[in-house]
């Protein structure tokens, strides 16, 4: 899952307006942020499969440290009590936070194949393996994208050009992402996906660029 995981986050600034968009993509994809780092570094491990499934190509063989449910949680507990310990805020935003992190191997397991572990050590993984659609797949992936998109609307207005504009880009830039995902070619290596796959955390730092240029509707 891609922009799904997006739409939760821009749907959680409705719950805790106090706390940045960038703060919020930074939790709804953490798992997928810390992954490539883990897989430059011989930690985890996937191939590149074209056919796996309908909607990519990625075998994800060994991920547990990114992706298991016990890693998120502890990865969870850790970005929340970090978050409170250096902004000050409520615990409310850091279970907030926390649950988003959690979130994303919820969302995964939806659409992965049965790859989704536990926890590091146990065989066991799950999947309900939504990715063989690919109608499927898009459907629930831009409902939950529109749902969060417009519960960031109702939460925030624009203060200037750049609380617009910005927006607006973000919002089809990220469907476009998640187009060319689904409809694009198989990438050429697990080098190419690994690297590409660090240009998100641009997608944070534009969330926050954003969230500074809107304000909070009463």
Request: proline share 6%; hydrophobic share 55%.
């Amino acid at each position: 899952m891609f922009i799904g995981h997006y739409g939760l986050g821009l749907a959680c600034k409705r719950i805790t307006p106090s706390v940045s968009l960038g703060a919020l993509f930074l939790a709804c994809q953490l798992a997928d942020l810390l992954w490539p780092t883990l897989v430059l570094a011989g930690v985890e491990s996937f191939r590149v499969r074209p056919g796996i499934t309908a909607v990519t190509p990625l075998d994800f063989e060994y991920y547990p440290f990114s992706h298991s449910l016990l890693a998120l949680c502890v990865w969870g507990v850790l970005l929340g009590l970090i978050y409170r310990a250096v902004t000050g805020s409520s615990w409310r935003a850091a279970i907030v936070l926390f649950a988003l992190v959690v979130s994303h191997w919820v969302l995964d397991v939806v659409v992965h194949r049965p790859d989704m572990p536990l926890a590091p050590g146990l065989s066991l993984r799950l999947g309900l393996g939504l990715w063989n659609s690919v109608p499927g797949t898009l459907a629930v992936e831009f409902l939950l994208y529109a749902i969060g998109v417009l519960a960031y609307l109702k939460s925030t207005v624009a203060r200037d050009r750049i609380g617009s504009i910005g927006l607006w880009s973000l919002v089809i830039f990220l469907a476009i992402v998640e187009l060319a995902n689904v409809f694009g070619p198989p990438p050429p290596s697990v080098l190419a996906v690994t690297w590409s796959a660090q240009a998100m955390w641009l997608l944070v730092a534009w969330g926050y660029w954003v969230d500074r240029h809107r304000d909070l509707i009463a």
